[in-house]
């Protein structure tokens, strides 16, 4: 997870910062200083600009809106306003940008309706600079709906609402890249556009009409464009674009909802404009806001932010959601932050592809032949790919992918979850005393032998023998007699095709000599070897019937049909258009002892994990646990790991405590962790409490112009204040070209500009979001501690003990430009911890840092639009000792797992020890708005 990353950083951020990386100051050279007040005639003073090239509102409602230098200024600037139709709207007085910003709050006055453009103004010496700002000023109303479009949608074509209606400009149609026959494909289809009944839930207004896209039952694997009216103007005072929110409804869903949509986009003005995005379905859409939005209240900050890269994001996603007591910002990147869909995808996807033991019986050869996507699930998943047991998923030519991750360190993650976490393929005892690690059956003195030695001499559970309750290790799907041996294997060979390793497909005749160690194969053909086709156990939880807590199958509903109503109840789980089912979202819901009664819990059938009645228990000698206790259960580590879902406790956290957690998640099209399903689910737990979730295509999108180019993402000109509290970037460009995809596009680490850009994306959106920070340029270098002259190291290695745990792991930390100057003696910071992925360490990500340390100090970046100081600080999340092969997953391991790593408490203990020697500033009350 994350394991390398090595990259030829190419996009615009990074020749910005190269250009500045040693010090240089915003008034002069570093070599002089200048006089007070003084400045070097027109060198610095760049020009003039507003926020928005145009706003609107309504008589009686103020728009706030922002006049900024283009470059820091050394003397006060003073702005003064002209309009061009004063009666209309104007910015009264003048605006004073003092010596070292570049920032002035300015209120547009809104008196009657029509149009007028404001001209700011200001001048020194010789030199004037200007910029305008369009208004208008509307009515507080909608205009009523006309105008319809009917016709054939193509790839690479556009169905447009022609002029002249006020439904001008919507639009259906999708990218060119539809046409191709990979997974993102799209048929033709006959679309049509037209007005439809307002949907506005309660507490909302309308923005724009609500537009009707068809055939309304349509759902796709890719997602569709969708261009819908919206009047910004009629934004409350005090809100912007990030307010603006969607209304659905479609089949199954007859009640207006608020769906979160992808790579929201405005064009035209605040009174005829459209809102651009994408949706995976179509429907009725309408464009609405909260009447109270833009409301501000107190909110404590508590100046700490954590985020982390892979097994990084699911150490961050725990800790964060865990300790919101301590966190501002949760920021998971590109790693599985909900464990229910993650151990769904390993069950039915990494572990699957097998025959059934009744598809064994009707095709015994075809069965052999091995593993197969044909044994697997349908996928219906947006961006999830599918693989199966015999053929992980890798695009062996494609980089970014953040290490090789072959079959071998496929099974060290697994062997190393089991460590952190216990096993979730099953539980070994009920003894809450003993090791989880290792199957029922297997000693746990096994894993402790050589690797050859487990490879020659697998164990092997006979099968059942009347009488003998240690015979026969049964499994509904595959054993369901105890017919079969059951054994531990090895694996680890890959097919080479072409002498290059096929990463991922499993080499039968290769040197198989990795154990397998938290698996059992059936052995079907008793040879005590696992051969193709034979099948590897997987009882993660009992069996039970995911229909949802109405007690009935969606194919039982009334009014079922597959292609236009697959939904009729409305309660199938889907991230964005109902987060809040139950019917097929990977987990049984209802009180875990109470029976499947409609209404209240979903059926499971209590025989255990085995998933067959009356087998030998633990107690009889068995293998099997939890039949007949009449409550459901979960093999160890899958309990554990649903204990402590990010997701899950997303979704049941107290509203007053998750309001002031703030979200940002990225995920790639194309990881081979699968990542981005699972935090599309994470951001869609904050949707269905209630919060406006965005997200981003790229990160070039979030400057909302709609540019998916990763190459022109350049934080400073964000509009990060309307990007959103709750954000997720989904990057890697569905029809990409072949040489992007070879370059890592959409991989688990990206391609080299995606890589610095998920950086710099998420710590610019954390610097966004704090008060008060500071943003002056300084004159300052990065000084590593050991280098020559280095007397006060500013990015340093410590190696940190817990005072609780007594465990030692080394921690790197980088101090922002101007730590050690005398003025700032005073000043406190705000703390980013950065998780690194699994099988590196701290310094992996140290580079990263210095690159984003440039940006808190370049004087090419005006004051306002620059990262605020923050100090960051890289915590260790290697095995240490014995702890475990090569990650932790920053979670704190089972009392009963040998040497086992207590992370979460090592990180609690680590950040007093930051607070204690650091000036770290503390918990703050300021006014937030949503």
Known sequence: MLRTMNFSPVSRAFVVVSAFFFGVSACSDPETTPLPNSCPDNAFFSGLEFNHANVGTIVGVTRRDAINLKTDFCDDVEISFSSSNPAVANITGTALIPTGTSQAAVDVLALSEGRTTITATTTHGDFTREATLDVVITPNSVPACAGSALGRVDPGALLTVAAGTSLAGATLGMHEGASRADEFHVDPFDGSIGCATDQVP??????????????????????????????????????????????????????????????????????????????????????????????????????????????????????????????????PLGGPPDFVQALNYFRNFNFGGFCTETERVSDP?????????????????????????????????????????????????????????????????????????????????????????????????????????????????????????????????????????????????????????????????????????EPIVRTFWENFSDIGLDGIASADETGYDAATNPDPAGDDFDFQFNPTGTERNGKRDGESCTAGAAGVAEPFNDVGLDGVAGTPQFADGGYDTGEGNGCYDYSAGAGRMFGRNPTGIAYTMDASTLRDLDIFADGGIRDLLNSLPSENNFIGAFGARGFGVHMYNSHQTMDLAGGPEDGNFYFPDVPWAEVGSHAIVRYGDPDASEQLKIDGDGGHVGTA???????IGVLAWMSSRWPDGDRRSVVDTLCKEGSPGCVQPNQFIRDFTSPTTNRTGPVSIVLPPGYYEEENAGLRYPVVYFMHGYGMDPQGLVDLGALVWAFMRLPTIPEARRMQKMIFVFPDGLCRGNECIQGTFYTDAPESTPNGAQMEQWLLDLKGYVDGEFRTRGPDEFDYVE
């Open 202 to 331: 309660a507490g909302y207004r309308a923005l724009g009409p609500a537009v009707t896209f068809g055939p309304a039952h349509f759902r796709a694997q890719r997602e569709i464009d969708l261009a819908i009216p919206v009047r910004t103007s009629l934004l409350p005072a005090g809100a912007n674009r990030s307010h603006v929110v969607i209304a659905y409804t479609g089949p199954s869903i007859t009640e207006p909802r608020i769906v979160p949509i992808a790579t929201h986009a405005y064009t035209g003005d605040a009174e005829n404009g459209l809102l651009h995005f994408q949706s995976p379905r179509l429907g009725t859409f309408q464009a609405v806001v909260k009447t109270d939005a833009g409301t501000p209240r107190r909110r404590t900050y508590k100046f700490n932010g954590v985020t982390g890269f892979s097994m990084g994001s699911m150490g961050s996603a725990q800790v964060g959601m865990r300790h919101p007591e301590l966190f501002d910002f949760v920021a």
């Open 365 to 533: 050869s075809g069965c052999e032949s091995g593993s197969s996507l044909i044994h697997t699930p349908v996928n219906d998943v947006l961006y999830q790919h599918v693989q199966d047991y015999e053929h992980w998923y890798y695009k062996d030519e494609y980089a970014g992918q953040g290490g090789t991750f072959d079959r071998r360190e496929w099974l060290q993650i697994f062997r190393d979850v089991s460590f952190m976490y216990g096993n979730p393929n099953t539980t070994r005892s009920d003894d809450p005393s003993e090791p989880q690690i290792t199957p029922p059956g297997v000693p746990d003195s096994f894993r402790e032998m050589p690797d050859s030695f487990r490879c020659a001499n697998p164990i092997i559970i006979p099968p059942h023998v009347d009488g003998m309750p240690t015979t026969g290790y049964y499994d509904d799907e595959f054993n369901p007699q105890g017919q079969y041996p059951v054994m531990t294997y090895c694996d680890g060979a890959e097919i080479r095709l072409g002498g290059e390793r096929d990463i991922g497909v499993w080499d039968p005749l290769g040197t198989n000599d990795y154990p397998a160690e938290t698996f059992m194969a059936v052995d079907i053909n008793a040879n005590g070897t696992r051969e193709p086709g």
């Open 753 to 759: 500009t995606q890589l610095i850009n998920r950086v």
